[in-house]
């Protein structure tokens, strides 16, 4: 398996929805096949780890049953495992199906709930002994948008819940080096707060564990620019916010538009290190 994290520039993570509802690509991946095509796709545009969801967790979404996010998510990373040796993230809050998952053939567990969504999901990550995607959100997708009372640093706050976490899941005996962060962008927050964060990274990255952002295509790049009101015309914002969180010490990009996210980091590279 390839390095999960380069060390000279962030790993690109490209998302693949396998849901009816996701809100920029919902629908479009649900068959197999077509899942597959665009898992290939976006390895041959430069994708380092391919993000598998099987429940949406967009704002207001319902949740999904662990049969049902099972019958969506392993068929695919079954596939994708026989086609590439491309690391692949599970993206689920549910330990069960991260359980299968991995035993399918994934090498990451992406849990938006900072493995708090069950009573056995840090015993289980510390036992699936890969990577762990410790994201920060408030409330649950159901309800976070609803109460945005202001946070009183949101920057500040973010790192202290991820350092908590972090020694949560530490205690429940995940190793540290498989520990990675996660601001959590367009979880719970306003545009303010998602701006702050990305232009506070660095004080995430400094926890001295690798970090993972994920703006792509997001609600808030559509507060700045009103014209973006469809997910697919944010490709502009979400590649600005992506360099920003580049410059900031991420680790991991989680993006939609892999090629055109690629193409910014090599210009990005260039200009920073002078090397081409
Ligand atoms: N964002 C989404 C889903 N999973 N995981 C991490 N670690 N970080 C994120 O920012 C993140 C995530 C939401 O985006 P998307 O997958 O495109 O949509 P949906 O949740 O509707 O499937």
Known sequence: MRTLLPPD????????????DSFSDGGRYKARDAAMRQAMIMIDQGADIIDIGGESTRPGADSVSETEELDRVIPVIEALRAESATPVSIDTMKPAVARAAIGAGANIWNDVTALRFADDSPAAAAE?????????MRGDPKTMQADLAPYDDVVADVAAF???RAGAA???GVSRENIWLDPGIG??????????LTRGLRQVSEL??????GASRKRFIALLDPAADSAADRLGGSVAAAIAAAEGGARVLRVHDVAETAQALKVWRAIKDGKT
């Open 9 to 20: 520039r962030p790993a690109i993570m490209g998302i693949l929805n396998v849901t009816p």
């Open 128 to 136: 699936l002994g890969v990577p762990i995607v410790l994201m920060h």
């Open 162 to 164: 991820l350092t908590g």
């Open 170 to 172: 530490e205690a429940a």
């Open 187 to 196: 979880f719970g927050k306003s545009l303010e707060d998602n701006l702050a």
């Open 208 to 213: 001295g564990l690798p970090v993972l952002y």
